[in-house]
């Protein structure tokens, strides 16, 4: 199986890459991203000499992506810019990114003559704040900041495809994820970053914002999942159903990293205005089928936390 991988150097999209190339020889990888920042190279070094892997430095909103098509089976569609803060600051490149190029791939895959299923990688976000219970695939969408405004349009988009063309396509929308070589702005690398030295953890608001957390290699298995099992035009939520408030959150990794408690309580009216209370994501479609997450929060969190602690370099 030829797998394009689209946000390659990308942090769900290289451990997608690196765990399909290691846990199946028979796949290859055809990874394909915009030529950013060298250090995120080095999340593809266990699989960047292997004669199965192939490397396209392109940008999916700008540049000509047919050669990167040629002879792929499948195609998941990683690629977008993510963070809620930048977004707020500047919307226009996340609606380049997240919809001129999403638009730029379906376009490919729709001329392809050998791609058999689109998996596009959503967001819990685009359903904006859920109070209690849970979002089911098919709930409103409403989105609060302009990141999650773009993934909802680019999603509409996926549909329209799938109903106009016939295309077979598949959306995921999961939760945060967490793992080795995540960016260093996310949550859990900036609490451990300020910890290691002995600065407080930021917390927006009152500490009281609660999210669910998914280890990465648990959306990598949920992926390759729906690439054999899924069923063309659906939608599932990606989703291990661990939730936490922001603050625990912190407590938690400090209490891991044997560090006193030392927070510092960010007024979030200002910082990021548009921040959801909670999210949270109904998961019983995909574990129908016969997928369920493996990594429970407090595993996922140890081993991730004790991977930033041994790797200080990748936050320089």
């Known amino acids: ?182 960016g260093r702005e996310k949550v859990i690398p900036t609490f451990v970053r300020k910890a290691l030295n002995n600065e407080p953890l930021p917390v927006f608001g009152d500490g009281k914002h609660r999210r669910q957390w998914l280890f990465v290699e648990d959306h990598c298995t949920a992926i390759m999942h729906l690439i054999e099992h899924g069923t063309n035009g659906e939608i599932y939520h990606i989703a291990g159903s661990q939730e936490l408030e922001n603050l625990e959150l912190a407590r938690k990794i400090l209490k891991i990293m044997n560090k006193p408690e030392n927070i510092k309580f960010i007024p979030d009216h200002d910082a990021r205005p548009g921040h959801d209370r909670r999210y949270a994501l109904d998961s019983s479609k995909i574990r129908a089928t016969g997928w369920e997450p493996e990594w429970s929060l407090d595993n996922g969190l140890n081993r991730t936390v004790r991977w930033c602690m041994d790797n200080i370099w990748w936050f320089q």
């Open 1 to 182: 199986m030829r797998i394009l991988v689209s946000g390659v150097m990308g942090f769900i999209g290289s451990y997608f890459a690196k765990w399909a190339m290691l846990n199946d020889k028979k796949v290859e990888i055809v990874g394909v991203n915009r030529l950013s920042n060298n250090k995120n190279l080095r999340r593809l070094e266990p699989i960047l000499n292997d004669n199965r892997f192939t490397m396209h430095f392109l940008d999916t909103d700008k540049d000509q992506l047919s050669d990167a098509f040629q002879d792929v089976d499948v195609v998941v569609n990683f690629a977008a810019k993510t963070f809620v803060d930048y977004s707020i600051q500047n919307p226009l490149p996340f609606i380049q990114s997240n919809l001129v190029g999403t638009f730029k791939m379906l376009e490919e895959a729709r001329r392809s003559k050998t791609v058999k299923r689109f998996i596009h990688i959503g967001t819990d976000e685009v359903y904006g704040a859920i109070l209690e219970g849970a979002y089911k695939e098919d709930s409103r969408l409403n989105p609060s900041n302009p990141y999650a405004a773009t993934k909802a349009a680019a999603d509409m988009l996926v549909v329209s495809y799938k109903n106009t063309y016939g295309m077979p396509l598949i959306i995921t929308r999961t939760e945060n994820n967490y793992g080795p070589y995540q």
